[in-house]
């Protein structure tokens, strides 16, 4: 167990059970803020550092944290399995005097003033019996801290309008860094880009943010969008789910500051899929009744960072959704692009896949998905279901070679630090401020079906009976020649191969996915291959006589193995008794 109280009043506190160690949903680094003036908690927040990556939020948010708050650190149940050097150099440089001696297992909590004293500090150490390490505890922290005269921690900036806003937000929310800060407070964009954009009789696409009770992801994308070309903030719509009179007052307060519309609701009910799938069909319908004479909005996630190109990418694509029916959405993201790979940012290609993360739906397509959509209570994973071949319904969605979008949440429903850093963290992104598209009249179905054609006839083919996926020759680096890789695939779920080779490449390797037909256009270290399923792509009556297929690739056998295999159809509690707690009383 994990308590943290002040002034009495009890503000955290984690209870875990076996389960909770098993599926990792409970443990790790707790952190809150309070303000030194008013003690109130302006944040709180739990880090999973028992896994790789999951400090990089924790050491985002303590330099965010504005000098002179008081900060409470408490591990619970392997804090400090997977924290970096990065971080624990961090917490000693800000004070802790027993952070380097930290270790899996151990017990530990903190109290101190950032860019002050430490106000109390303890450890108790973990024990280990052969291979079994036994959790340090229990743990009791006490400390009073002095309190704060309240114009000692207010800014002295400008008053009235915005200023007077947002030293009311500053005073009761932590982790926004210079958003907060006293000396160097960023100055929100004027809209310059969006009057230019009006000027030239030009009309930005409403953006739509799906949120949630994630106020400081909700800035990072907030900040950036607000800043590239095409931006309007009178077009722009933050829809959230959560509690109204909890963490959605954060989430609230802070959209005011941005000058735009908002809409919060509560989806309801405890299953996290099931909640997600309401939100999206709330968020759609909302979308259609604020922007009612909009024929396509933009949908885009809280944790997403657009390119300066965004609203330009979307304004070139958006009359090609308009006008083919063969057409589900536009997405500003490549689920199987890398940052390491290259890629021209002017291409873009016809996808079976619905990708997301930043995408362009019609109002069309709104109506024929929303009267289908899942029942209130019927469980769903509302991209999940966008993707049945019964509501897809064939159609197609265009993505980018470079993406438009990064993903930067490494917290959500779905997704853990882990995750985002093996899947989300090198793909490519787009950093130019304008790119015009190229061949645009080629993304026809007949047209682009006739453009590949030509692509893989004037290709390099690869020999799949001699070639390794994982060898760092595969392929000539930044040659502007294609090259063709075919491999074995029976049928659309025979996708052994297939996942081999994306293993190899370091790409998405969970399902089957980015496809036309099941060719995969790609970018190996600046070069060009696609990748063909062979022979149940149509396109394998390209295949050149004489042209090896790679078979059977898996990428887990010794490297000495040969890559060409025999062919062979695939089948288709009890409580925690160790425990910590941390009492916080700063005021008497």
Known sequence: MLEVTVDDKMVLQEEMVMADVKFMKRGGLYLVVLNPATAVVMHVSRHRTFERSGDHELLRILEDVQPGRILVLAAMHEGFMQMSDLTVNYLRKLGSRTILDMTMGDRWAWIWTKEGRTWAEGAVFASGEDSLVVQGGPLRLHARPQRTALADV???????????????????????????????????????HAKSVAERGMRTIPTVIVASERPLLLHRCLLRLVSVPGA????????????????????????????????????????????????????????????????????????????????????????????????????????????DSGGDPRLVMRSETMAGLGWLLSRKVYQDVIIKWPGHDKFADWDMWMRLPEVQQGRECLVPEVSRTFHFGAKGAHLTDYFQANFYVHTSFNTLSHVTLANLDKLSPAAYEQHLKELLLGGVHLDGGAVNPCNKTLLPRNSSTVHVLWIKMNEVSDDYTYMGVVSCLRLWNLDLRAHHKLLWRLRWKGTPLLMVGWPASPFSVLKPQGTHVLMRYDPKKPADEAPVYIYQSPNYSSSIVSASAVTVTPYS
């Not at 207010?154 to 929310?173: K, V």
């Not at 057409?327 to 890398?338: F, G, K, T």
């Open 154 to 192: 207010e800014c002295a900036w400008p008053r009235g309008g915005h200023w007077d806003a947002r030293r009311t937000f500053c005073a009761q929310f932590e982790g926004y860094g210079d958003l907060c800060s006293c000396w160097s407070p960023i100055l929100f964009p004027v809209d310059a």
């Open 232 to 339: 309007d903030p009178e077009r722009t719509l933050v829809v959230a789910d959560g509690d109204l009179q909890g963490g959605l007052r954060e989430v609230r307060a802070l959209i005011n500051l941005y000058g735009i519309k908002f809409e919060g609701h509560d989806a309801g009910g405890n299953n996290v899929t099931l909640r997600i799938t309401r939100h999206y069909r709330t968020v759609m319908e909302v979308a259609f009744r604020i922007f009612s004479l909009d024929p396509y909005v933009i949908l885009l996630e809280e944790d997403l960072y657009v390119a300066a190109d965004f609203y330009s990418y979307f304004a070139q694509t958006a009359p090609l959704l308009a006008s083919d029916p063969t057409l589900y959405c536009v997405s500003a993201w490549n689920d199987l692009a890398r940052d």
